[in-house]
């Protein structure tokens, strides 16, 4: 397969962070990144239109011959994912596999606790859909988790704004919230792509001995592993070591935004899901 890169979609740029650890892990592989900056953020959002958004950017991805996609996006992976796979998937492309973050992370998630406690971070649309609550209580029914929005947290992280007064006000009166409801919480789940730029904030705003966990790592095992149970799909992944970055929004600003969530500069175009 000539034209085959693995997709990896997020709303704006935090999936970012997850293919950053991904390709630590899998660097063979062709990579095309498609952020819907133009649409971000995808949180407050209803339903319908969460997954309208999501089909057309699959849609988009295969278009460019992805044969996998990563839905790199908490929000996308809680709002639209299951009916993709079971509504939109058997009639587009039944070949093709459309994969998520959710249930990766609550995989593993419960070895993080000692006190079987875990907070979880999430836009208003993660939290509202009770994915976390739903998958976590399949895996480690013992856990208790406590969920809380950061609707802020999104557009103060796509706009750049890492530190400071403001995103510091924001960042404690989430975290606040959270540990008034959950004092005994040893874990605390950054259940949104965006939030690891966030973490040096977090980390000091939270009690010291709770772990904080994102979700990059854990993503990019559990695709190592997909991979290896699927030697099929494997092997219609293009495999040059190539990446490509594409944006609805603008290039220009993709370009000045995306080092701080890859760890290098990127170059990327602009298009146009309909095209
Ligand atoms: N990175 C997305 C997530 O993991 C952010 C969603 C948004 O656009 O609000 O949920």
Redesign the pocket.
């Known amino acids: 397969m000539k034209n085959a890169p693995i997709g990896i979609f997020?709303?704006?740029y935090?999936?970012l962070t997850v293919l950053r650890e991904i390709v630590k892990l899998l660097p063979e592989y062709d990579y095309l990144y498609l952020g819907d900056n133009a649409r971000?953020?995808?949180?407050?959002r209803d339903f319908d239109t969460i997954y309208q958004y999501t089909l057309e950017s699959v849609r988009y991805l295969f278009g460019q011959g992805c044969q996998l996609v990563v839905l790199a996006?908490?929000?996308?992976s809680a709002k639209a994912l299951r009916n993709i796979q079971q509504l939109a998937l058997p009639q587009m492309a039944p070949e093709r596999r459309v994969l998520g973050?959710i249930r990766p992370t609550a995989e593993v998630i419960g070895h993080f606790t000692k006190t079987n406690q875990v907070g979880v971070l999430?836009?208003t649309?993660?939290v509202r859909s009770e994915s976390y609550l739903l998958e976590i209580g399949k895996f480690f029914p013992a856990v208790a988790v406590y969920q809380q929005a950061c609707p802020m947290w999104?557009p103060l992280v796509e706009n750049g704004e890492l530190a400071g007064p403001g995103t510091e006000f924001f960042v404690k009166k989430y975290l606040d919230s959270l540990l008034a409801a959950a004092p005994g919480l040893d874990t605390v789940l950054l259940?949104?792509?965006?939030y690891p730029l966030l973490e040096p904030l977090i980390q000091r705003f939270l009690p010291k001995g709770i772990t904080v966990v994102s979700q990059g790592e854990i993503v990019a095992k559990s695709l190592t592993g997909y991979l290896q149970r699927h030697p099929d799909m494997a092997s219609r992944c293009a495999k040059n070591g190539q990446r490509h970055f594409h944006t609805t929004g603008s290039a220009a600003d993709f370009e000045g935004h995306a080092s701080a969530f890859f760890g290098e500069a990127v170059a990327a175009v602009q298009v146009d899901l309909r095209s």
Do not use: L
């Open positions: 997020d709303s704006g935090g999936g971000a953020p995808y949180g407050p996006c908490n929000t996308a973050v999430g836009t649309g993660t999104v259940a949104c792509t965006h």
